[in-house]
């Protein structure tokens, strides 16, 4: 079963595979995520951490606090 991702394109290609390895493949799946637990995934680092949340703000959500 195909998933399409709605992930931000400039996101590394190692943030991609942490993120679709573990099953991440919408942005709005981050809001119940805090920060923290997504640089805990290996190849996340700040420059995801901006864009995803930058990608969340324009849909009117945040990382979990």
Do not use: C, W
């Amino acid at each position: 079963m195909e998933q399409t991702s709605n992930l931000p394109s400039k996101l590394s290609k190692p943030a991609m595979r942490a993120f679709t390895g573990a099953g991440y493949v919408k942005i709005e799946q981050f809001a119940e995520l805090t920060e923290k637990e997504v640089l805990e995934l290996h190849g996340v680092g700040p420059t995801a951490i901006v864009l995803l949340r930058q990608a969340l703000a324009d849909k009117g959500l945040s990382f979990r606090k």
